[in-house]
């Protein structure tokens, strides 16, 4: 384990990353993390961007509850963090415009129904041009000639579907001999294995199944992918309910006679049975989390659970300060 | 609340969800509460993560259902003839399976599965996995080895792409363009498509530049082998269309207990109903109840009640566990813990309520599974869950 130690030592801080590709499977909190992450960034002072790249938006009811769709064009939802959905038809329309630079000719291509219908049943494609937008995000400068963002966040697809996202532009290398969506598709791959600037950052749940995913996404990232990967987040963590000395709570309050009804306060045996439940599966969790440790291999980073869920910005803030922690290993 | 028997009666259970609600292991809990009802059952994921071997214990599945041992159905109280099989597809495999079924002949068999783009898109083309898996769901269900096949799809966003990705296809294979691409001589002769085809050429033409002409040779090549097979293959997505939209199966919507998790539910009933399939109703996973059974108080002993709630636990604790023990710490981390446990409970009932509400007006049945202190990993964990749907309190499973 001491190369581990190495490893978390040596950790670069998340926010130093330019490009970080947020996954996870289905309902660990990927959009939480990524909004969380991106307002940690606007208060360090960057200028940063959240991609969104499903069918629907999740980032904005995150950041500012109540706000009209940011769709293609994004918007600024709050200060120095923009958010936009990219759509994989619109990211088509924008780059054949810069392809062919004839606007006619795209209307064309995209308004022409047998193109729809060659695109409806292609695979691959929305996932390249989705990269492809990101990367144009990347290279984008301001009126000074800077880079428009310093931190760009894309919340990507769950795992599973997530990986083969990130695979196409090496799938599209190789299966394609020539030309230019090789070219762009080469673009594309550089940039997501950019180990300097690009980190996937997959998030968890401390239970079994999800536990089990991370370990499989994390192998697979490290043997095919070349992504770089320094850490879990592991999101929605129970805390122990009982402060140390009274762990076995529970088993004590099963032990007591029954009193009588006081108002306000539940029969002894509810009190137990709730004490119970809690006390087992923040047992599950801790093995959970020491689990991901164990079977990826890396340091993780531990989010508290938020009963209520996220309903605005100062829930995602509850987050970014353990978000943005130095990982420990809970596997030592 | 209890899983109707019209329900279990049913050929195919598609099983429909966002991920992370524990789809899979509802799939597996009404494929033994079936058997337990005497059908023969046979649960089927398409879900790459092999969750399902997981949750059955019965290590990799292959591309044929395998079943759980009769001795093992016995001990968890399901009698004969009740028995679950279970399997996981292996999808690129399935998909050649088709080419080699649907191929006018062994040598443009040979040229699909050789082309390069084939090789790259069978287990990505869009929707393919999943229509693979309904066309071996319909190839099961011919060959009436079981009662009842439920099946766990992948999450919500691609809930529908097996029933759309088949038309997709063949829809493009029709088209015009595809046309062009495969008989361009033919094509460019037939009167009246003239002004029609000038276009499509220049599609062609401006797509060509984007991507390369290498490119479009191998898709040309692989549609042209693709072609072939599209009567078989039209036929085929007929039926399984057929079997899928009509009265022998039904759709079950699963849930998770948040209020995020029920929205998301929401939305895609609408979607599901919207797009005409036969949908029976709502479980949600995982809701956390007050023991005992009824409603969470809407507090614990908050205000005036706090100070003499904490003495009269503080009290029995301290004669309960004698001196040294620090009764009054104790009791304020007891009330504490409730509130937290309370607190979720309630959260979980009013998201979970609407949720109800919305599936009841469209009179679909309901039905919730509490949340377990442990996993469900084992047959056991399973049959709680299975006990949940007949409406019998999980504890006595």
């Known amino acids: 384990m001491a190369s581990q130690c190495a490893t978390s030592a040596s950790l670069r801080p998340l926010l130093e990353r330019r490009l970080v590709i947020v996954t996870g499977k289905g309902g660990t909190g990927k959009t939480s993390v990524s909004a969380a992450l991106a307002l940690a960034g606007a208060a360090a002072g960057k200028r940063v961007l959240v991609a969104e790249v499903g069918r629907d938006e999740h980032v904005p009811r995150l950041l500012a509850p109540g706000s009209v769709p940011v769709g293609y064009a994004g918007r600024e939802l709050v200060p120095g963090v923009t958010v936009l959905r990219i759509d994989p038809y619109e990211a088509l329309g924008e780059y054949l415009g810069l392809q062919l630079r004839v606007r006619s000719a795209v209307d064309l291509v995209l308004r022409n129904k047998a193109f729809r219908q060659l695109l409806d049943a292609s695979p691959g494609w929305r996932e390249l041009i989705t990269l492809g937008k990101v990367w144009h995000l990347e290279q984008m400068q301001d009126a000074k000639g800077a880079r428009r963002f310093d931190l760009l966040i894309v919340d990507a697809p769950a795992t599973g579907h997530g990986l083969t996202f990130l695979d196409v532009p090496r799938v599209v290398v190789s299966a394609v001999r020539t030309g230019p969506l090789r070219r762009n598709a080469e673009l594309v791959g550089e940039m997501i294995g950019d180990r300097d600037h690009t980190l996937l950052l997959p998030v968890a749940l401390a239970e079994e199944l999800p536990a089990r995913e991370t370990a499989e996404l994390v192998a697979r990232v490290r043997s095919s992918l070349g992504i770089a990967v320094d850490r879990v987040i592991v999101n929605a963590v129970v805390e122990a309910p009982f402060p140390a000395g009274l762990e076995d709570l529970d088993e004590r309050l099963a032990r007591l006679p029954e009193a009588g009804a006081h108002p306000g306060l539940p029969p002894f045996r509810v009190l137990a049975a709730c004490a119970a439940h809690l006390r087992s599966r923040a047992d599950l969790n801790r093995v959970y989390v020491r689990e991901i440790a164990r079977d990826s291999g890396l340091p993780v980073v531990t989010l508290p659970f938020l009963p209520m869920g996220i309903r605005g910005p100062s829930d995602l803030r509850a987050l970014a300060d353990p978000l943005l922690a130095h990982p420990v290993l809970a596997a030592a | 609340m209890r899983l109707p028997d019209e329900l279990l009666a049913k050929r195919v259970l598609v099983c429909v969800g966002s991920g992370g609600v524990g789809k899979t292991t509802l799939a597996a809990a009404i494929a033994l509460e079936a058997a337990r009802r005497g059908r023969r059952a046979l649960v089927l994921t398409i879900d790459p993560a092999r969750r399902l071997a997981d949750a059955l214990g019965i290590g990799a599945l292959g591309n044929e259902p395998k079943a759980i041992a009769p001795d093992a159905l016995v001990t968890l ?66 060959r009436r080895e079981y009662d009842l096949i439920v099946v766990d799809t992948p999450p919500s966003q691609h809930a529908l792409d097996f029933l759309e990705a088949p038309q997709r296809l063949l829809e493009f294979l029709d088209s015009r363009l595809v046309q062009l691409l495969l008989h361009p001589a033919f094509a460019a002769g037939r009167f009246g498509f003239r002004l029609f085809q000038r276009s499509a050429q220049r599609v062609l033409q401006l797509l060509e530049r984007v991507s ?86 809407a507090s614990i002993a908050e205000g005036a009640e706090e100070a003499p709630a904490i003495e009269t636990l503080r009290s029995a604790l301290a004669r309960s566990e004698g001196a040294g023990f ?8 007891a009330v504490a813990a409730t509130r937290t446990y309370a ?55």
């Open chain 2, 77 to 142: 109280g399901i009698p004969a003839p009740g028995s679950v099989s279970a399997m996981m597809l292996d999808m690129k495999r399935s998909f050649d399976d088709l080419v080699e079924r649907f191929a006018e002949n062994a040598d443009a068999r040979d040229r699909i599965l050789q082309n390069r783009i084939y090789q790259h898109v069978s287990d990505a083309l869009a929707g393919s996995a999943e229509y693979s898996a309904m066309e071996k769901v319909f190839e099961l269900s011919e």
């Open chain 2, 212 to 297: 390369g002409l290498a490119f479009l040779e191998d898709v040309s090549e692989f549609l042209l082998a693709f072609e072939g097979m599209s009567e078989g293959f039209r036929e085929r997505a007929r039926s399984v269309r057929a079997l899928l939209l009509g009265p022998s199966s039904a759709f079950v919507l699963a849930a998770g207990p948040s209020a995020e998790s029920a929205e998301q539910a929401s939305l895609l009933l609408d979607r599901l109903v919207a797009s005409g399939v036969p949908m029976a109703g709502v479980i949600v996973n995982r809701v956390r109840v007050w023991p005992g059974g009824g409603d969470a108080p």
């Open chain 2, 326 to 333: 620090p009764a009054l710490e104790a009791a304020r981390a």
């Open chain 2, 343 to 397: 607190a979720l409970v309630r959260a979980h009932a009013l998201a979970t309520g609407r949720l109800r509400s919305t599936a009841e007006a469209r009179g679909l049945f309901w039905l919730r599974v509490p949340e377990l202190p442990r996993d469900v990993h084992d047959l056991i964990g399973l049959c709680r869950i299975a006990a949940a749907l007949r409406g019998a309190p999980a504890e006595e499973a």
